[in-house]
C-alpha cells in the first residue's frame, strides 16, 4: 500500500452537521433577540423559544419577516446563541472518532458570523459555508463519504450522504421526513 491509500484507510469518517438548529439554540437567540426589540411595541407578547413552530417566525408578530432575518446576520445573534443542550461534550467526545465539518447556508455577513463563532467555541471542526445567493442547497458539496445531521428535511433529501439523520423535535420544515431521527444529543451520540 502507498503512503497515500494508507492515509486514506486511515483518515476519520466524517460527520456533517449543520450549524443552526443542531449545533446551536438559533430560535432561542431570535426570540430573546425578538422580545428585547418589540417589548415596547403595541400588541407585543412574549415569545418563548418553544412557541414557535414556523420557518419564518410567523409568532413573532410584531416583526416583519425581513426583520426576523435580519437577526441572524447581527453580531449580537452570535452573542446570545446557545448550545443546544449536550451538544458541546458530545462534539467533544465524537472528534475523536470523527472528522467534524459544519456545513451552513447563509449569506456573506452570516457566513462570517459563523466562522467566528465555530473558530472560537468549536476549533477543531472544519467550515463550509455555502452561499445562499449561489447556491439552493448543500447538493454542491460532496458528503458521499459521511454522515449529514441536520433539522431541515430538503437539505437532507438532496445531499448524497452516505447516512442522513434529521436531528430536533419536528417542525413544519422536517415533520415529514422518513428517515432516522434523533431527538436530542443523548440519542445521537447514542446512534
Not at 43 to 54: A, L, P
Not at 122 to 148: H, Q
Not at 172 to 177: A, L, S
Request: charged letters at 30%.
Amino acid at each position: 500500500i502507498n503512503e497515500s491509500d494508507r492515509c486514506k484507510i486511515l483518515s476519520k469518517r466524517h460527520i456533517y452537521f449543520y450549524l443552526e438548529n443542531t449545533i446551536l439554540n438559533s430560535i432561542k437567540a431570535i426570540c430573546n433577540m425578538y422580545n428585547e426589540d418589540y417589548r415596547y411595541y403595541k400588541n407585543f407578547h412574549y415569545i418563548h423559544w418553544t412557541d414557535i413552530s414556523t420557518w419564518d417566525f410567523k409568532e413573532c408578530a410584531c416583526a416583519k419577516t425581513k426583520h426576523i432575518k435580519r437577526y441572524f446576520t447581527q453580531p449580537r445573534f452570535f452573542s446570545k446563541v446557545e448550545f443546544i443542550d449536550n451538544a458541546k461534550e458530545v462534539l467533544n467526545r465524537l472528534k475523536e472518532k470523527y472528522e467534524i465539518v459544519i456545513v451552513s447556508m447563509g449569506i456573506q455577513p452570516n457566513l462570517f458570523g459563523k466562522e467566528i463563532w465555530i473558530k472560537d467555541n468549536l476549533p477543531f471542526a472544519k467550515f463550509i459555508g455555502i452561499d445562499m445567493k449561489k447556491y439552493k442547497d448543500k447538493s454542491c458539496i460532496d458528503m458521499s463519504d459521511g454522515i449529514l445531521i441536520d433539522d431541515e428535511q430538503r437539505y437532507l433529501e438532496n445531499s448524497n450522504a452516505n447516512n442522513k439523520i434529521c436531528f430536533g423535535d419536528k417542525y413544519e420544515w422536517n415533520e415529514n421526513w422518513k428517515g432516522k431521527r434523533c431527538f436530542n444529543w443523548t440519542e445521537l451520540e447514542n446512534y
